[in-house]
C-alpha cells in the first residue's frame, strides 16, 4: 500500500473538518461514557481480565494493521467469527463480569440527594456490648493463635452463605466465640455470620478472591475474607493462625494487622450507631448551670 493511500485512510477516520456542535445532553453523554469507561478498567484492573486484556489488545492491533493493508482473508475471518468471540469472551469473563454488576448494583449514587432527615432514621445495627466481645475475643484469639474468620452483616443477604454452614442463631459472647474456633471443635472449621447481636450460622463456606493484588503470603481465610467483601458489604474479621494478627476485609480491601482500636473504628462504621439527642444536650447544659449557680 502506498504513502498516499494511507494518508487517505487516516484522513478518512480522522478529519478536523467538522467540528460539532455541542449541546447539554453531549456533555452529560461524555460523563456517562467516562463513567463506564472509569468502571470497566477499575474492574479490569482488580480481577485477572487485566493480564487477557494485554493479549486482546495485541489481537485488535493486529486486526487493525489488517485492514489498513487490506488483508481480504483475514477480514472475513474477523467478520464471521466476531459473534462466536463475543459469545466466548462472555462465558470466559463470566465470574468477574457477575462480580462487576454486583459491585454496579451495591452502590448507592442517588441516597446523597434524598438524605434530608438522614440523622434521624438511621438505625442501630448491633449493640456496644457486642462489639466489645467481638473485639475482646479476636484479641484473645489472636494471642492463643487460634484462627477465626468472622462475618458482620450490612445490608445485603448472606442466606446463601448461611446455608452452607450449621445454624446457631445464638446471641454474641467472647466466650462463645473462643469456644467455637477452638481448635479440634466441631465448628471451629469455616466462617461465622453475626447479625445484629446474633451468631446465626457457624462453618460457613466463603467465595475466595481471585484478586491477584493480594500478597501470596496470605492463606485460604484471608482470601475468603476478601472475597465476601467484594461481593457483599459485609465486614469480615479474620484472625491469623500463624501470627496471632488482626485484619479486616471490607470493600474488596483488607487492612493487615490493625490494634483494636482500629478496629473499632471499622465496626462504629459499621454498627450505624444511633446519634445522640439533642435534649441530652439540653440537659447537659441545664445541669451545668444549676451547678454555677
Known amino acids: 500500500m ?106 448507592n449514587f442517588l441516597s446523597p440527594l434524598f438524605q434530608l432527615n438522614s440523622m434521624q432514621n438511621t438505625t442501630e445495627r448491633f449493640s456496644d456490648k457486642t462489639m466489645n466481645e467481638i473485639i475482646k475475643a479476636c484479641y484473645e484469639m489472636g494471642r492463643a493463635r487460634t484462627g477465626a474468620l468472622i462475618v458482620m452483616s450490612q445490608n445485603d443477604s448472606l442466606d446463601e452463605y448461611e446455608r452452607t454452614g450449621i445454624y446457631l442463631d445464638s446471641l454474641v459472647s467472647s466466650q462463645l466465640l473462643i469456644n467455637i474456633f477452638e481448635h479440634n471443635t466441631p465448628l471451629h472449621d469455616g466462617a461465622i455470620v453475626i447479625e445484629g447481636d446474633r451468631i446465626v450460622s457457624a462453618t460457613c463456606y466463603l467465595p475466595l478472591s481471585d484478586n491477584m493484588a493480594l500478597s501470596k503470603e496470605l492463606g485460604t481465610r484471608h482470601r475468603a475474607g476478601v472475597g465476601i467483601s467484594e461481593v457483599t458489604d459485609s465486614l469480615t474479621i479474620i484472625v491469623s493462625e500463624e501470627t496471632g494478627h488482626v485484619s479486616v476485609a471490607y470493600e474488596g480491601g483488607l487492612s493487615r494487622s490493625i490494634n483494636d482500636g482500629e478496629l473499632r473504628e471499622f465496626m462504629v462504621k459499621l454498627q450505624n450507631k444511633k446519634p445522640v439527642e439533642d435534649n441530652n444536650r439540653f440537659r447537659l447544659w441545664k445541669g451545668r448551670a444549676d451547678g454555677q449557680k
Open 2 to 107: 502506498s504513502s498516499e493511500s494511507i494518508s487517505e485512510f487516516i484522513n478518512k477516520f480522522i478529519s478536523f473538518d467538522y467540528i460539532p456542535r455541542m449541546v447539554a445532553t453531549d456533555y452529560i453523554e461524555i460523563l456517562i461514557i467516562a463513567f463506564l469507561i472509569y468502571e470497566v478498567m477499575l474492574w479490569i484492573k482488580n480481577t485477572k481480565a487485566w493480564s487477557l486484556l494485554r493479549g486482546t489488545v495485541v489481537i485488535m492491533l493486529f486486526i487493525l494493521m489488517a485492514y489498513i493493508f487490506q488483508m481480504n482473508t483475514i477480514i472475513w475471518i474477523v467478520r464471521n467469527a466476531l459473534g462466536v468471540i463475543i459469545t466466548a469472551m462472555i462465558v470466559v469473563f463470566q465470574p468477574e463480569l457477575r462480580r462487576a454488576l454486583d459491585i454496579l448494583g451495591r452502590k
